[in-house]
Nanobody, 123 residues
Framework: QVQLVESGGGLVQAGGSLRLSCAAS????????MGWFRQAPGKEREFVAG????????YYSDSVKGRFTISRDNAKKTVYLQMNSLKPEDTAVYYC????????????????WGQGTQVTVSS
């Protein structure tokens, strides 16, 4: 069974950092691109960052460029999101997901999702 489990969320002050992890099981992790999305209360789920199956290509939403870094360790079957210079507007539930399409930013191009981890950034 395909499974994705996020961890690393929490409460942090503006300007601080967090690193999110997403552990995968039940599939060949290295064969798929991965992505991070976030969703704040009352808002649509939005794309944050994506990474190719090999880790050689990464892409980000404009709102997080220069602050967030996505990476993956295929041996550990884990994808990470390093978040620096956090802002209150980064507050959301963060989800990792598996894609079946390279370079995907749309929700519909991801077929499996984790349950999410809460990130709260205080002023």
């Amino acid at each position: 069974q395909v499974q994705l489990v996020e961890s690393g969320g929490g409460l942090v002050q503006a300007g601080g950092s967090l690193r999110l992890s997403c552990a995968a099981s039940g599939w060949i992790f290295s064969s798929y691109p991965m992505g991070w999305f976030r969703q704040a209360p009352g808002k649509e789920r939005e794309f944050v960052a994506g990474i190719s199956w090999s880790g050689g290509n990464t892409y980000y939403s404009d709102s997080v460029k220069g602050r967030f870094t996505i990476s993956r360790d295929n041996a550990k079957k884990t994808v990470y999101l390093q978040m620096n210079s956090l802002k209150p507007e980064d507050t959301a539930v963060y989800y990792c997901a598996r894609s079946y399409h390279s370079g995907a930013t749309a929700v519909q191009l991801y077929d499996y999702w984790g349950q999410g981890t809460q990130v709260t950034v205080s002023s």
